[in-house]
T-cell receptor
Framework: DADVTQTPRNRITKTGKRIMLECSQT?????MYWYRQDPGLGLRLIYY???????NKGEISDGYSVSRQAQAKFSLSLESAIPNQTALYFC???????????FGPGTRLTVT | AQSVTQLDSQVPVFEEAPVELRCNYS??????LFWYVQYPNQGLQLLLK??????LVKGINGFEAEFNKSQTSFHLRKPSVHISDTAEYFC???????????FGAGTRLFVKA
């Protein structure tokens, strides 16, 4: 089984809808991250969490919110989706002592 | 502010030829350096990392990278590429303390038969 899983893998939604992307990990890491990937822009950090009670905004948090329900679960919500939020979204985890990140398979989100 | 620049957006190369993917970074504090690879329809996975010590680091699949502090570069190399190396490669820097990671825009490597 994969160490970092994301659901759904693909989602098409309409402008104005609320949508939640979920991430679960079995690596036992405290740190979790949400990124979005756009062609030619690499990965940009949306939110990150260093433990269950710690949530921090990344460089592009506007229009997004997160919830860290447990050490293993970190959800990303789009309260009112807009077309420019169409992107590939990745969840990642890391161990604070090692710093390398482990990525989920991604969620491809299309907002029409 | 920190930044990462991958100097080539696309690199076409023939199979069994050598390749170098270039990465420069800018930071006012010490950083750790990483290369990740993304195969089609997959998430990123670690190729190699530099935390300290020897400036030449070896990773998976025959890749290696050299940290050059004076030139603030961390170029990725492979002496002989395979078709299966076709993927997108990302250079990343993490500030010491691990509080923030910045990714480059990526380099698409196309290996042709």
């Amino acid at each position: 089984d994969a160490d970092v899983t994301q659901t759904p893998r693909n989602r098409i939604t309409k402008t104005g809808k609320r949508i939640m992307l979920e991430c679960s990990q079995t690596k036992g890491h405290d740190r979790m991250y949400w990124y979005r990937q756009d062609p030619g822009l690499g990965l940009r950090l949306i939110y990150y969490s260093f433990d269950v009670k710690d949530i921090n905004k990344g460089e592009i948090s506007d229009g997004y919110s997160v919830s860290r329900q447990a050490q293993a679960k970190f959800s990303l919500s789009l309260e009112s989706a807009i077309p420019n939020q169409t992107a590939l979204y990745f969840c990642a985890t890391s161990d604070g002592a090692v710093y390398e990140q482990y990525f989920g398979p991604g969620t491809r989100l299309t907002v029409t | 502010a920190q930044s990462v620049t991958q100097l080539d957006s696309q690199v076409p190369v023939f199979e069994e030829a050598p390749v170098e993917l270039r990465c420069n970074y800018s930071s006012s504090v010490s950083v750790y350096l990483f290369w990740y690879v993304q195969y089609p329809n997959q998430g990123l996975q670690l190729l190699l990392k530099y935390l300290s010590g020897s400036t030449l680091v070896k990773g998976i699949n025959g890749f290696e990278a050299e940290f050059n502090k004076s030139q603030t570069s961390f170029h990725l190399r492979k002496p002989s590429v395979h078709i299966s190396d076709t993927a997108e490669y990302f250079c990343a820097v993490t500030l010491t303390g691990g509080f923030k990671t910045i990714f480059g825009a990526g380099t698409r490597l196309f290996v042709k038969a």
